[in-house]
């Protein structure tokens, strides 16, 4: 009697890991579509910037503020993407 108490409770916790590794692949796909629709926005954002900086001023200038820029979208990201650097 005792061994059938064992077994229902070893079922009944290999179901819930079952579950769970169920859903944790659900919310890593999840997470895989969040990080592709940041990574989409920023550069858009990025390319927004870029259009409305053309033709004003000379390309360094452009360059250091696309820069700026881009760590301000990319500040606190957890994507992974890398900020770039700005060198005089």
């Not at 229902?8 to 579509?33: H, N, P, Q, S």
């Not at 053309?54 to 890398?82: F, I, N, P």
């Amino acid at each position: 009697m005792e061994d059938l108490k064992l077994n229902k409770k070893i079922v009944k916790v290999r179901e819930d890991i079952k579950k769970t590794r169920a859903r944790i692949r659900e919310l890593e796909e999840y997470l895989k579509t969040l990080l592709e629709l940041e990574r989409q926005l920023c550069d858009e954002e990025i390319a927004r910037v870029i259009r409305e900086m053309a033709g004003k001023g000379d390309v360094m200038e452009t360059l250091h503020k696309l820069t700026e820029v881009q760590k301000e979208v990319y500040a606190g990201s957890d994507s992974g993407r890398e900020e770039m650097e700005y060198h005089d």
